[in-house]
């Protein structure tokens, strides 16, 4: 990205931040969407069918995320897996086990202390791409995250939460814009084929 486009978006993400609600908004920035943000780490036994947070995503360019138990529903139980479809409503996104997205980190997070990075750094600069491939319920642990029914805010008034395996580099609970999309037919075809859930 060139310094034109890069103060072109810090514009944009400075826009959006402006909200009476405290929420960025994602509308300015070209997203349907805004969440907040949380890193678990990789595990290699997810709710969606047993996958591996590396392995589904390994040389895609997608990140591996936990979507918050009210953006799931209709939850298949059966062994070895614990799978949300496409849940949502009342400003909560339908983003299920299998669902993909594209979105932006936002300058800013909504706990009390202070930014530690720039503005213009590289985590704010770029569209990244992700997989729901495990749940953050709503449980001891993540509370104050990830809400159980959807139309219900979070802790820190956002409808949607997500959880990276293993965000990019400079992460730090940051609001994340979003929206929905569909998956390449790589992403669908190892899904299907690693994951214990049939959906």
């Known amino acids: 990205m060139n310094a034109e486009n890069a103060s072109d978006l810090n514009l944009l993400q400075a826009a959006a931040r402006q909200t009476s609600a405290g929420l960025p908004n994602p509308q300015k920035l070209g997203y349907k969407y805004m969440a907040t943000t949380t890193r678990y780490g990789h595990t290699s036994l997810t709710s969606c069918g047993g996958l591996d947070t590396i392995k589904i995503v390994k040389g895609t360019g997608y990140y591996a995320v936990a979507s918050a138990e009210n953006m799931q529903g209709d939850f298949e139980r059966a062994s070895g897996c614990w799978c949300g479809k496409d849940g949502g409503g009342g400003g909560t996104a339908g983003m299920g086990c299998g669902a993909c997205g594209k979105g932006r980190f936002i300058y800013g997070h909504p706990q009390s202390y202070p930014m530690y990075v720039k503005e213009d750094a590289e985590i704010f600069q770029k569209e990244i791409k992700f997989i729901v491939i495990d749940t953050c319920t709503h449980q001891a642990g993540n509370l104050e995250w990830c809400e159980g029914k959807a139309g219900k805010a979070n802790q820190y008034g956002a409808l949607n939460h997500l959880d990276f395996a293993d965000p990019p580099p400079k992460f730090d609970h940051y ?12 992403l669908e075809h190892r899904f299907a084929a690693q994951s214990k859930c049939k959906l």
């Open 175 to 186: 609001y994340f814009a979003f929206s929905p999309e569909p998956c390449p037919a790589e």
